[in-house]
């Protein structure tokens, strides 16, 4: 068996809620070439079906503060 390399991408969006609270949601494989103007168009679907809530109390989401693509590659040796 021969090594095993695996890349995997990850969005990572920094929610912010009315309330001062944060959370990170990270997409898996996100689509390559992924633009600033869809990230806001996504922002703005959020914000108006409120679909994206706070975990503390339940505050309304207010906008992302940071949107960026993580790119892991992890490699499995074959020490046999």
Request: glycine share 6%; no cysteine.
């Amino acid at each position: 068996m021969a090594d095993k390399v695996t890349t995997n991408k990850t969005l990572k969006l920094v929610a912010t809620f009315t309330d001062g609270d944060t959370r990170t949601l990270d997409l898996d494989n996100p689509k390559d070439g992924l633009t600033k103007e869809q990230i806001k168009a996504f922002e703005t679907v959020a914000k108006n079906t409120q679909a994206i809530i706070g975990d503390k109390g339940g505050a309304e989401f207010h906008e992302f503060d940071t949107a960026k693509v993580v790119e892991k590659q992890t490699i499995q040796l074959d020490l046999r």
